[in-house]
């Protein structure tokens, strides 16, 4: 998986718990927006117990079945493609 792809998990699955992920700062780096969606990811299932954790990534992993990754995390905010953009031409 590369590291787009695991934030578009990731927001997939923040969004499924009820919460709006994290836009990336101007300088920060796709891994560096990585990490830190990771942490507030980490919190959120912390917060919410692990049962729930289990259960949003089961529902996650049948939308992306049916969607594939990319249209399941959509809408991107654009700041998120400008990163993506930034990483692949650097």
């Given at each position: ?40 990811y ?12 289990r ?10 079945a ?25």
């Amino acid at each position: 998986m590369t590291v787009f792809q695991q934030i578009l998990w990731m927001f997939v699955n923040i969004r499924l718990l009820g919460r709006e992920p994290r836009s990336p700062r101007n300088r920060e780096s796709l891994i560096h927006y990585a990490a830190l969606l990771e942490i507030q990811y980490s919190r959120i299932c912390v917060d919410l117990g692990t049962a729930r954790h289990r259960e949003v990534a089961t529902i996650a992993g049948r939308i992306i079945a049916l969607l594939g990754l990319t249209q399941a995390a959509e809408p991107l905010p654009p700041r998120i493609l400008s990163l993506f953009d930034r990483h692949e031409s650097g």
